[in-house]
């Protein structure tokens, strides 16, 4: 239901760096965790990152270290800093909102997804 924006992408040499974006371009609730998973062929759909709104961060394992994701001004736009790139980032990353509102009321969505390579 909710529109997500992702931009940034692009192809990068192992160890270079990459800053992807996310924005709703519908309403979210302040309650509300953004982030992105990513998949790439023959692999399962895996968490990169995420933030709650109180500032609460999660890593996958594989990227800790190595990405960092923030909050912008707006509660509803978010940042990944990926640093340190490797050949197994190479994925298409999907861009998510998970909100809640009072009761049962809820607003998610899926992003149109990015291409993230690292090839030399």
């Known amino acids: 239901q909710v529109q997500l924006l992702e931009t940034g992408g692009g192809l990068v040499q192992p160890g270079g760096s990459l800053r992807l974006s996310c924005a709703a371009t519908?309403?979210?609730?302040?309650?509300?965790?953004m982030g992105w998973y990513r998949q790439s062929p023959g692999n399962e759909r895996e968490l990169v990152a995420q933030?709650?709104?109180?500032?609460?961060?999660k890593y996958g394992d594989s990227v800790k270290g190595r990405f960092t994701i923030t909050r912008g001004s707006a509660r509803d736009i978010v940042n990944l800093q990926m640093d340190n790139l490797r050949l197994e980032d190479t994925a298409v990353y999907y861009c998510?909102?998970?909100?809640?509102?009072?009761?049962?009321?809820?607003?998610?969505?899926w992003g149109q997804g990015t291409q993230v390579t690292v090839s030399a």
């Open positions: 998510f909102v998970r909100s809640r509102g009072k009761g049962w009321d809820s607003r998610d969505g």
């Open positions: 519908t309403s979210i609730f302040s309650t509300n965790t």
């Open positions: 933030i709650s709104d109180t500032g609460i961060t």
